[in-house]
């Protein structure tokens, strides 16, 4: 696993886009698997830039993301209002700014008729894409990866689940709070890939940042494998690995005098990384 710590949200957005571009340069066709929520947003904005400086080509790529909010609410015949959809997020935040097909963008559907059955024809379409090269991912407040809350099966698939009230408070404090929506109104139910489907991609590159990400990724990296955080999962993974956190997500680190001497080290043993 690489652990690369950088001092900044914006050295390590830098960091992170320049991955997922090196991807998009190798394997022009990749496809990509990418993530919601306040983290990633630095590193979208780098790559819109690469798109609009360095004409960065996004034509071939496809793309799946990790989750979306049930349209359930409160009253379940009134699908939830979509402003604040992870659809919409990934519209403002990425997509409407690169050259990614409309066809080859995959986001849970929301407002799917038949949830249990969407979940199931997501998997499949993951499949006839090749399979995820890169999975994009953040780490929620209590050890999510993606909206596997704690207790769901290492092995689980895209389905739908039953978000804790520290999801819905972290995510209320980000976004819905913002767009004027309550707290009671909130979506409390989401469509996810499992932390099995997630972990047949073939790269994985997680972020996190801010103070408040310390502990539980000094959890997830250096804790037990345990299904109270999902994101302990990574340490399971046989493909490539690699966090990028800024200095105070990386703060309750143990072994971060190792991780940045492997980083140095790296890139003499293995040139071109
Ligand atoms: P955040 O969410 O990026 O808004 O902190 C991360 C997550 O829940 O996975």
């Known amino acids: 696993m690489d652990i690369i710590i950088r001092d900044t949200y914006e050295e390590m957005s830098r960091y992170a886009a320049g991955l997922i571009a090196s991807m998009v340069r190798q394997k022009p066709d990749c496809v990509l698997g990418l993530a919601t929520g306040s983290t990633p947003i630095g590193a979208y904005r780098e790559l819109e830039r690469m798109h609009r400086e360095e004409g960065l080509d996004?034509?071939?790529v496809k793309t799946f993301n990790l989750d979306e909010?049930?349209?359930?609410?409160?009253?379940?015949?009134?699908?939830?209002?979509?402003?604040?959809?992870y659809a919409r997020f990934m519209y403002e935040e990425l997509f409407k700014h690169i050259n990614v097909k409309k066809e080859n963008i995959?986001?849970?559907?929301?407002?799917?008729k038949n949830p249990e059955e969407f979940c199931k024809e997501y998997e499949e379409e993951i499949r006839k894409a090749g399979g995820i090269d890169l999975q994009l991912l953040?780490?929620?407040?209590?050890?999510?990866?993606?909206?596997?809350?704690?207790?769901?099966?290492?092995?689980?698939?895209?389905?739908?689940?039953?978000?804790?009230?520290?999801?819905?408070?972290?995510?209320?404090?980000?976004?819905?709070?913002?767009?004027?929506?309550?707290?009671?109104?909130?979506?409390?139910?989401?469509?996810?890939m499992g932390i099995g489907t997630i972990l047949e991609a073939r790269n994985i590159l997680m972020l996190a940042n801010g103070r408040?990400?310390?502990?539980?990724?000094?959890?997830?990296?250096?804790?037990?494998?345990?299904?109270?955080?999902?994101?302990?999962?990574?340490?399971?993974?046989?493909?490539?690995v690699t966090v990028v956190l800024d200095r105070e997500a990386a703060s309750e680190l143990k072994?971060?005098?190792?991780?940045?001497?492997?980083?140095?080290?790296?890139?003499?043993?293995?040139?071109?990384?």
């Not at 609410?73 to 604040?84: A, E, S, T």
């Open 212 to 240: 408040k990400k310390a502990a539980v990724v000094a959890k997830a990296l250096e804790g037990p494998v345990t299904s109270q955080v999902t994101a302990s999962a990574i340490q399971l993974f046989r493909g490539g």
């Open 255 to 273: 072994n971060t005098e190792h991780y940045l001497h492997r980083e140095k080290l790296k890139s003499t043993f293995f040139p071109g990384n």
């Open 58 to 60: 996004f034509s071939q």
């Open 106 to 112: 995959h986001i849970p559907d929301g407002l799917a």
């Open 138 to 192: 953040g780490i929620g407040g209590d050890g999510h990866w993606a909206f596997n809350e704690p207790g769901s099966s290492l092995a689980s698939r895209t389905r739908v689940e039953i978000l804790t009230k520290q999801t819905l408070d972290d995510n209320y404090e980000s976004f819905y709070k913002k767009a004027g929506i309550s707290r009671e109104q909130m979506p409390h139910f989401a469509i996810t």
């Open 69 to 85: 909010y049930l349209g359930v609410g409160i009253d379940l015949n009134k699908p939830y209002k979509m402003d604040q959809s």
